[in-house]
C-alpha cells in the first residue's frame, strides 16, 4: 500500500513539473520576446483563443445558421494558430496579408436551376424551328410516364422555345435545350438531376412538323388545290452522349 502511494505521488510531482515547466517556458519566453502576436479581427463572428500556450491558437466562428465556404465545402468555423517566437498567425498569406477572416453568409434557396443538355438526334441532316423543336421537346417529355419528367406536367420547370438550338453535325443534328427550374422545392437540383440521368439512360424520338424548307426535299399537300404546304413531320431520334451541366441562379448580389 505504501508503494502504490508513493508511486501515485511521485507521478503526481512528475506530473506537476510538466505543467508548470510548459506554462514557465511560455511566460519566460513572452517576457524574453520582443514580438508579439497580432490582434485578430473576428468582424462579425467570434473569436476563441488559448494564449497560455505556444503556439497560441484561436477558433473563428460565424454567427449561428452562417457560413463560409472553403475549398468547395461550407464551414462555420476555422483554427488558426500563432508561434509566440515568430508572431506570425497560420492563415496569414500574400492572399490574405491582414489575417482577416471569412465572409459569413446566410443560406438561401436559389431562384432557380437550369439544367443545360446538348445531344446528336439522328434522322435529319435539317435544322426544325427552335419553336417547333420547344414545342415536339415538351409534348414528348410530358406524354412520357417517366417520373423523372413530372415537372413539366405540374410547370414547375420548363424548356422555353429561346433556350432551343439546333446544329447540323454532318448527316444528323445536334439539338441543344435548356430546362428551367424556377418553382417548387428550390432547396437542391435533384429534381433536374433525376431528369438528367432519365435523359441519358433512354433513347429520346420527337416528331417535329415544321422544319426550314430544303431545296429538293417532299412536301405534302394539304389542300387540294395545292395552294397551302407544309412540310410533312420529321422524326428524329436521340443518340450517343448526352452532355449536360445544372447551373444555379442564386439571383443578385449573392454568390454560390
Not at 446538348?118 to 415538351?138: F, H
Not at 433512354?202 to 424548307?213: E, H, P
Request: hydrophobic content about 35%; charged content about 15%; glycine content about 6%.
Amino acid at each position: 500500500s505504501s508503494g502504490i502511494n508513493a508511486e501515485y505521488g511521485a507521478w503526481q510531482i512528475l506530473r506537476f513539473y510538466k505543467v508548470y515547466t510548459m506554462d514557465l517556458a511560455v511566460v519566460l519566453l513572452r517576457l524574453f520576446s520582443a514580438t508579439v502576436c497580432p490582434a485578430l479581427d473576428s468582424g462579425l463572428g467570434t473569436l476563441l483563443c488559448n494564449d497560455t500556450i505556444n503556439p497560441v491558437f484561436c477558433v473563428f466562428s460565424c454567427p449561428a445558421q452562417q457560413y463560409f465556404r472553403e475549398d468547395g465545402a461550407l464551414k462555420n468555423n476555422q483554427t488558426v494558430t500563432c508561434d509566440i517566437g515568430t508572431a506570425q498567425w497560420s492563415h496569414v498569406s500574400a492572399h490574405n496579408p491582414l489575417g482577416s477572416f471569412p465572409v459569413c453568409s446566410e443560406l438561401v434557396d436559389p431562384e432557380s436551376y437550369t439544367l443545360r443538355t446538348s445531344q446528336v438526334y439522328t434522322g435529319s441532316n435539317t435544322c426544325p424551328e427552335n419553336a417547333a423543336l420547344s414545342t415536339a421537346l415538351t409534348t414528348t417529355l410530358t406524354d412520357k410516364t417517366d417520373t423523372a419528367y413530372n415537372c413539366l406536367d405540374t410547370a414547375v420547370c420548363s424548356i422555353p422555345a429561346p433556350n432551343v438550338s439546333c446544329s447540323v453535325n454532318g448527316t444528323s443534328i445536334i439539338i441543344s435545350f435548356l430546362v428551367q427550374l424556377t418553382a417548387g422545392d428550390l432547396s437542391s437540383s435533384s429534381l433536374l438531376l433525376s431528369f438528367r440521368d432519365q435523359l441519358g439512360k433512354n433513347i429520346l424520338v420527337l416528331s417535329v412538323g415544321s422544319a426550314r424548307r430544303r431545296r429538293g426535299e417532299e412536301w405534302t399537300r394539304h389542300h387540294s388545290g395545292g395552294a397551302r404546304r407544309t412540310r410533312a413531320a420529321v422524326s428524329l431520334s436521340s443518340s450517343g452522349e448526352l452532355k449536360s451541366e445544372v447551373v444555379v441562379d442564386c439571383g443578385p448580389h449573392l454568390e454560390l
